[in-house]
């Protein structure tokens, strides 16, 4: 009796009788388990009590964590039950979710490692595939998911779109502005995906949201304008400074392929080098690499003309708004006399998009933040590769930075 216990504390089940433990012949711990009592006969799906159907498919293993360096199962009866909603279902387990071959506290563990470390690290320890990760993943949080709400209270919220699989897919997301959690996500990237968000919303809930900020797709306004009847569309400053270092790279190319063509392959070679240091922020750069900057502008005058466009565009977003509007307007007269083709084009979209940049200054919406998140949601997308379903790629991006990661197994409370 008492070492029936001990053993439940050691398998970290609960509402669970342990029957009796035995190795395997492949030297596996085996725990054999059943429901206690007030687990027994109930749905799979609801959990709700009802009555027996049949013994199901006999006995059934779950993976459990592994005890010190041994694997570990848990052995029990598999019967099934007729639910009235959910028909013939496999009973509920207290040691595990629904359809699951392994168990909660596996369930959790793996779900915590997968936000936390890499994709390796996660499969060794674990002894499962990256596929099985991916699913386990989804089912953790297609849990919390229905047992919290992440769109409630939403006032300010940035929507973008995500390319993962090489760039052949994209998936739609909602982060919220103030407490910078990823709160939704969806594949696809149309009215029809973006309107999938708002219907779960409720119309009330969408009019109280006061701010949405993007990247100037028109798809996305159109259903914003459409759904959000008091909100002010913001252009996130993260997209605009991403406009004006395509401008520049373009720059960099013309002028590199000029010289490429004409022979001057030194100067070709730096200017494919100098790449990273037009590309990175001044601040961020290295003594050597900032030593590169008077070179480019004393050897190639047109791009680092093309250069000091782009910084003093992303300067003039982290002023207060009246100095900001003013170092705008210089700096689209500049950009449009500037005789660089992809800056005269910039000029004209971020013309075109003055309003929703306005905007985004009144409100103060931080360029930081919303970078960051964007950045954290394409690293993961990139870890996600592999994954069968953009499903378990989305449950991956809610777990990891949206505030949904399980505690360790045995941890809380
Ligand atoms: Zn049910």
Known sequence: MRSARLWARLLGVEGTVVEGVDFDEQGA???????????????GVCRRRCPGYDEGEGRRRWRALDLGTTRCYLEAEAPRVCCRRHGVVVAAV?????????????????????????KRAV??????????????????????????????????IGIDEISHRRGQRYLTVVVDHDSGLLVWAAPGRDKK?????????????????ELVSADGAAWIEEVVSERCPNAALCLDPFHVVQWASAALDEVRREVWNTARRTGQTAEA??????????????????????SRLPQI????????????????????????????????????????RCRLEPFVKLAQQIAAHLPGIEATLRHGLSNARTESVNTRIRLI?????????????????????????????????
């Open 29 to 43: 711990v085996v725990a054999g388990v059943r429901p206690g009592f007030r687990e027994r006969g109930r749905c």
């Open 94 to 118: 207290p040691w595990a979710r629904h359809d699951a071959r392994f168990t909660r506290g596996f369930d959790d563990q793996v779900a915590w490692l997968a936000c936390q470390c890499s």
């Open 123 to 156: 499969s060794e320890l674990m002894r499962v595939s990256w596929r099985t990760v991916g699913r386990i993943v989804a089912r953790v949080a297609a849990e919390l998911r229905g047992r919290y709400d992440p769109l409630a209270y939403l006032r300010r």
């Open 193 to 209: 995906t973006l309107r999938l968000f708002f219907d779960l919303l409720g119309a009330e809930r969408s009019a109280t949201i």
């Open 269 to 290: 070679r730096s200017l494919k080098g100098a790449r990273f240091c037009l590309w990175r922020n001044p601040e961020d750069l290295s003594g050597r690499q900032r």
């Open 297 to 336: 502008a004393q050897t190639n005058e047109p791009l680092y003309r093309a250069y000091l466009l782009k910084e003093q565009l992303r300067q003039a977003l982290k002023l207060p708004l009246p100095e900001a509007l003013a170092l705008l307007d210089a700096w689209l007269a500049w950009a449009r």
């Open 381 to 413: 997308a990139r870890r996600a590769f592999g994954f069968h379903s953009p499903e378990a790629l989305i449950a991956l991006a809610l777990l990891s930075l949206g505030g949904l990661c399980p505690p360790l197994p045995g941890r809380l409370s």
